[in-house]
């Protein structure tokens, strides 16, 4: 039987590619990735094409040779910090890019997308845990441009018939079981890479900021295993090919915790202390965010399974341990 394609811009980064092997075995899968950021050695097995979505004629012409079904749309910058300080480089590709894509998706007759948004587009949230109809108000170009690519998904949709599921992450992290893949972003911004590198390394760990409003003063973030998220687009997939159209979902668990929490977690699978300082806040970093839930679990049948802080930690744990330099 002929699997179904998909094609998967940003496969080889940390969501991407563990969502590709996550589907390989009932998908048909094809990756772009311009490579700057990702890695091949994470998708063993699977066909990949250097391509930036900048380059619309060779995008175009590739989604005219395969004609995938569906694209699960990965491939943007991530770092919100960076973004205040170089905006220019996240609109340029994270909006730039995404246009691009979706003309191409327009002009071949591709009419499925599932799209990684980011809580991000929150901001600093006026009510906790978030429900998706929250006022959008980013306090930081990289969540605008996931929320620009969300805006322009829902014109799309009203004029070219364009379908769309977005999929507002929280905190992605966590590695495989088996220690065989994990997260490798360079430059490391995620507090838990950072936190377990600097414990293997045996440096002082920096929290960045103890003014937040917060109950401990550092920030509050919903951490979901990046196993959950790769479940998060199958289910959404299968709702697009079920005749589902035009929705955001929160990708999260609906619970949240501190820095100084996930370090006390960390402190307590390794069963010593953490050296750690408080350093200034980074910019564009908001308070707290915390996803509410329902609305995925009603419409899509998920939950997370394997989000709890200790499966987090304990799989990033290995992977790092077993990886000390990346996909390396």
């Known amino acids: 039987m002929t699997k179904p394609r ?7 980064g940390y969501v991407g590619s ?3 092997r ?20 994470a998708v063993p097995g699977l066909k990949v094409i250097k391509l930036d979505l900048s380059e619309y004629s060779r995008l175009e012409a590739v989604l005219a040779d395969y004609q995938p079904t569906a694209i699960i749309h990965f491939a943007a910058y991530i770092q919100a910090g960076e973004s205040v300080k170089n905006p220019a480089k996240y ?10 894509l979706l003309n191409a998706m327009a002009s071949t007759g591709v009419d499925k997308i599932v799209f990684s948004s980011s809580a991000a587009v929150y901001g600093n949230p ?3 845990p978030i429900p998706e109809d929250s006022l959008t108000q980013p306090i930081n170009p990289y969540g605008e441009s996931k929320l620009m690519v969300e805006k322009m998904m829902d014109w799309y949709a009203k004029a070219y018939g364009l379908n769309y599921i977005s999929l507002r992450y929280f905190n992605a992290c966590g590695a495989g079981p088996d220690g065989l ?14 936190l377990i590198k600097s414990v293997l390394d045996k440096k002082t760990f920096t ?3 103890n003014d937040y409003q917060t109950k401990d003063g550092t920030c509050i973030r919903d951490y979901i295993h990046v196993l959950d998220l790769a479940s998060a687009h199958q289910v959404a997939l299968e709702a697009l090919f079920s005749g589902a159209q035009n929705q955001i979902f929160n990708c999260g668990t609906g619970f949240g915790y501190s820095n100084l929490e996930v370090v006390g977690a960390l402190e307590k699978i390794l069963g010593r202390s953490i050296n750690y300082q408080f350093g200034p806040r980074r910019p564009g970093d908001p308070d707290e965010l915390v996803a509410k839930v329902n609305k ?21 744990l290995k992977w790092h341990q077993t990886h000390p330099k990346g996909y390396e």
């Open 22 to 41: 996550y589907l390989q075995d009932k998908y048909d899968i094809l990756i772009i990735d311009n490579l700057i950021y990702g890695h091949k050695q």
């Open 18 to 20: 563990f969502t590709a």
């Open 91 to 100: 609109f340029v590709n994270n909006v730039g890019g995404s246009l691009n």
């Open 126 to 128: 006026q009510v906790i």
């Open 296 to 316: 995925i679990a009603k419409h899509l049948n998920w939950q997370a399974k394997y989000s709890d802080i200790k499966t987090i930690l304990s799989s990033a």
């Open 6 to 12: 998909l094609l998967i811009t940003g496969g080889t």
């Open 207 to 209: 929290i960045f900021g």
């Open 181 to 194: 893949f994990g997260e490798d972003h360079r430059p490391e911004t995620h507090i838990i890479p950072l």
